[in-house]
């Protein structure tokens, strides 16, 4: 049976938008300005050519709150493997001594992009990295998105502030809802906004009018139009800032058989993930590792239990296949860990809740331990969910 701890965390393979190759990818956030608390942005772009051949690139800059159906490119031939490196790009390849907005990148030929945005404090920087993100990964009025994670709860040093982000993809307006909900689910405000054709967006979180808060989650929807849309939470001591990015459903057909690779979420990001596999309406599959970080019974701010749980393994050969509309209410799995040096063993239930959506699943994954001892006696009792998100392959 395989079981590790904390560190193998960063083994997991997750799906995600990251750096997902395509013929139209937009970086939804890029700044050359002064921000909050004596900050001042800066941006890089990079642009990559997986293939095996020549690709033409077209990168528009698109400023924030303005119709950018007009606007020109600036443009580049990549070879075979070649990154293209822009630094301080909207001053050295725009032209733009103080500016903000987005990037739209259009080649003959799949290509991946992502930028740093960073902070100069003298000679040093930090930052975060925004990634291309697909045209075909935007919101629409059939694909809604969610973010996680972000905080709203004072100005003063160890306070976070959060911003949104986006970019309009289409050619006409549109118009995005959001919705703010706390950690149970419960929401806090709502507004919408509508942007121009290809218009970037920015607006602080508090711009909702939702007050202070803490791990809020943005729901997104597109009552018209198609958008990217990010987040960002900043540390109001330091300005450093964490790039907070929507899930989507990756390509493929809108639903139906195929494997479904998905990513469970406590309030701060991404603690698992693996694969569901659908075959005539029947979930005959699941793999994949979870660890939850959030179960803290004693309240002393340490997780309770720190072992990353292999869940395809410990099926061995008895998978029991259910109906996909089972899930819906709820689908159990009790698993057993036997023990293994140092670790007591002990078993786990597993419960998976989802819907499909077009070619999305979404739900949640709860766990339950029992018979744990020891050091791994924090195992025992209830998890807290964990948000559960996936797109088929």
């Not at 490196?85 to 992502?114: K, M, Y």
């Not at 809020?216 to 790039?243: E, F, Q, R």
Request: contains cysteine; aromatic residues 10%; negative net charge.
């Amino acid at each position: 049976m395989t079981f590790t701890i904390l560190a193998m965390v960063l083994a997991v393979a997750l799906p995600s938008a990251a750096l997902n190759p395509s013929t139209e990818v937009y970086v939804p956030a890029a700044a050359r300005v002064a921000g909050v608390a004596g900050s001042q942005w800066f941006t890089d772009l990079y642009v990559f050519n997986p293939g095996t051949s020549s690709v033409n690139v077209d990168i528009y800059f698109l400023p924030r709150d303005t119709d950018n159906s007009s606007v020109s490119p600036q443009s580049f031939t990549l070879g075979a493997n070649e990154t293209l490196t822009l630094p301080d790009v909207i001053l050295g390849t725009f032209g733009q001594s103080s500016a903000a907005g987005a990037f739209r990148i259009v080649a003959t030929g799949q290509v991946i992009a992502n930028c740093r945005v960073y902070n100069k404090s003298g000679s040093d920087t930090f930052g975060q990295g925004l990634e291309g993100v697909p045209a075909s990964a935007a919101v629409t009025p059939t694909n809604p998105t969610d973010i996680i994670g972000l905080t709203s709860n004072g100005t003063a040093s160890g306070t976070f502030r959060s911003n949104i982000f986006a970019v309009n993809t289409s050619s006409s307006a549109t118009t995005l809802d959001v919705t703010l909900m706390d950690s149970s689910g419960a929401t806090v405000a709502t507004k919408s906004y509508t942007l121009q054709p290809y218009a970037a967006f920015y607006k602080k979180i508090s711009d909702l009018g939702a007050g202070n808060f803490d791990n809020g989650t943005l729901h997104v929807t597109a009552s018209s139009g198609s958008a990217i849309v990010v987040a960002s939470k900043n540390d109001n001591g330091s300005s450093d800032g964490t790039t907070l990015e929507g899930w989507w459903a990756c390509g493929g057909a809108a639903g139906g058989d195929g494997t479904y690779h998905y990513a469970v979420y406590d309030s701060i990001g991404a603690t698992g993930g693996g694969d569901i596999v659908i075959a005539s309406d029947n979930v005959t599959a699941i793999d994949g590792m979870e660890i939850n970080y959030e179960k803290d019974e004693d309240q002393n701010g340490e997780s309770d239990c720190t072992v990353l749980f292999d869940i395809g393994s410990a099926y061995s050969n008895d998978f029991e296949v259910h109906a996909l509309s089972d899930y819906a209410s709820g689908v159990s799995y009790k698993l057993n860990y036997p023990a293994s040096g140092s670790f007591s063993g002990g078993d786990l239930t597993f419960t998976f809740t989802f819907t499909r959506s077009g070619s999305a699943l979404v739900g949640t994954l709860t766990a339950v331990g029992s018979n744990f001892s020891g050091n791994d006696a924090g195992c025992n009792g209830t998890f807290p969910a964990l948000t559960l998100k996936a797109g088929i392959e």
